[in-house]
């Protein structure tokens, strides 16, 4: 978390700390607002859950601004750090409004990477608007947009760092309390829209950071009831589809095209090669589809609307336990899911965040749940989002699994009609009798436990330190599977993504048949998103 900043200290521009406790602020503030606005959400969907989708995006935006802090000494520079909170919310936009705010904080950032000061920040809050109206397909008042346009309204003549952050969150705060009487959905459900509510919250943490003070409240308390239970989801399409995609501006624009075709609530937002798509739809392959022939879609996520409403307003009957696995590549997902459990994928250095565990133990929708991280890195966040779901009833048992080899073995021995200690204890047990190793590709030049590498080098590392660097995939491979093996086993699991070589399991299989008659072997395609080889000695 970033430094509190003394109390009343005004600032007069923003610099690399004061821009990483806005993103700190604005993850507390929507954090504590999240089930709130959350209450408010009736368009375009009543699904429930444009406050989590908000602060979600914040998440990902504070994590890529801790993230360049971490990797800088003593300090990253002010544009660096505006970029990163820009792109971190890019990468993990979700919903309607969490895409739309991450534009709003993409045209932030190209302004503010040239200065900081009061009129930097109007003419930053200007382009925000403009280009997230830009990036709607078709743009509705009474929504997030109209409510940023106002913020960019009420500070356009620009002045004094304080000066305009306040007229922005007075401009916004007036904008929202208005957008009930613009849309005849809410005016139904007497609140104001979820999304505007949202961006307040994130500019009146703004204004605390230049100030020191504590913001108003976004909106009186009699504006922001509950919307009635019966207020219907719509007749609207089926499904939400979000992904992030790899294409260039001519293959994006034409994705537009054919995505508005497709359905409703069009937001494209990125650039410069990489951009995150949002649309509803009837036919979420054929929208994923679109994707593929435009780019490089990843990070798909399709949301039925139906479940998601009935999940909104009622939970049912739980299932008495459950298992959540993160694993790296959909083809281990896949695996994963067959065998029961509820999965959350990762991406080569990019890790899921805590709202995202605890959203994967309440689908798991069970009394009892078993949390497999599978990363030494995401033990912290994981215990903090099983700490989480204790608190709202749900039985959550933590196995430290440090790679996806150790979760296969303990899922392997799961057996949900045991006692649930015994279940646990059983793959714990199974979890740690796996030696893992992982094959990597060296990005740079660097120091490492066996000596330097060089960019492109063949990393095989060992129970996460590096143990062998060669130069080609199969010679490494085998020198690891030798070292884990000459202390003994009688399972190798071997886990190749898509990208390695396709002879490279049958040539490994065949050296442990040769050199080792008393252990199996077991091969599983992680597909795409995985590192190129997995192992696991058992």
Do not use: K
């Not at 409510?147 to 009420?154: E, K, L, Q, W, Y």
Request: one cysteine or more.
């Amino acid at each position: 978390m970033s430094r509190a900043l003394p109390p009343f200290e005004e600032l007069e521009e923003l610099d690399a700390e004061a821009v990483r406790s806005w993103c700190a602020r604005s993850l507390d503030a929507l954090g504590r607002e999240r089930e709130e606005i959350d209450a408010i959400n009736v368009y375009p969907v009543a699904d429930g859950d444009t406050g989590t989708n908000l602060y979600l995006t914040a998440e990902a935006a504070h994590q890529a601004v801790e993230a360049v802090f971490a990797a800088s000494a003593p300090t990253p520079d002010t544009a660096e750090t505006v970029r990163a909170m820009a792109h971190g919310a890019l990468l993990g936009a979700r919903g309607n409004s969490g895409t739309i705010l991450s534009q709003l904080l993409r045209g932030m950032a190209g302004v503010l990477a040239d200065g900081c000061d009061g009129d930097h920040l109007a003419r930053a809050l200007g382009e925000a608007a403009s280009a997230a109206r830009r990036a709607v397909a078709h743009p509705v008042e009474g929504t997030i947009l109209t409510v940023a346009s106002a913020a960019a309204g009420a500070c356009a003549a620009g002045g004094g760092l304080v000066d305009v952050a306040r007229n922005a969150h007075d401009g916004a705060r007036t904008a929202l309390a208005a957008t009930s009487g613009q849309l005849d959905v809410l005016e139904r459900a007497g609140v104001v829209d979820a999304g505007g509510r949202g961006l307040v919250t994130v500019l009146g943490a703004l204004l605390e950071t230049v100030t020191g003070q504590a913001p108003p409240p976004a909106v009186a308390p009699r504006a922001t009831p509950a919307p009635p239970e019966d207020c219907p989801a719509g007749d609207g399409p089926a499904y939400e589809v979000i992904y992030l995609l790899e294409a260039g501006d001519e293959a994006v624009e034409l994705l537009r095209s054919r995505l508005d075709a497709l359905g409703e609530s069009l937001v494209v937002v990125g650039g410069d090669g990489l951009w995150n798509v949002h649309v509803h739809v009837d036919d979420a392959g054929a929208a994923v589809e679109a994707g593929v022939e435009a780019g490089r879609p990843h990070r798909i996520r399709i949301t039925h609307f139906a479940a998601a409403s009935a999940a909104a307003s009622a939970r049912g009957e739980r299932a008495q336990r459950a298992v959540v696995a993160v694993v790296p590549g959909e083809g281990l997902a896949g695996l994963c899911a067959e065998a029961g459990a509820t999965t959350v994928r990762t991406l080569p250095g990019e890790q899921p965040a805590g709202d995202e565990l605890l959203d994967a133990i309440r689908r798991a929708h069970a009394r009892e749940v078993v949390l497999l991280p599978n990363d030494t890195d995401l033990r912290q966040t994981a215990a903090a989002a099983a700490e989480r779901a204790r608190a709202e009833g749900i039985r959550v048992a933590l196995i430290p699994t440090r790679a996806a080899v150790q979760g296969i073995a303990a899922l392997a021995v799961h057996e949900p009609d045991r006692r649930f200690d015994e279940d646990v204890v059983a793959m714990t047990a199974a979890a740690g009798a796996t030696r893992y190793a992982e094959l990597a590709v060296a990005e740079r030049q660097s120091f490492t436990s066996a000596g330097v590498c060089q960019a492109g080098d063949i990393l095989g590392l060992i129970e996460g330190d590096v143990a062998v660097i060669g130069t080609d995939l199969a010679d490494t491979a085998r020198t690891v599977l030798d070292r884990m093996l000459s202390a003994g086993g009688e399972l190798v699991t071997l886990v190749v993504a898509d990208d390695t070589p396709p002879g490279l399991a049958p040539d490994l299989e065949a050296h442990v048949r040769r050199g080792y008659l008393a252990v199996d072997t077991t091969t599983y395609h992680a597909g795409t998103g995985a590192p190129p080889l997995l192992i696991g000695v058992e």
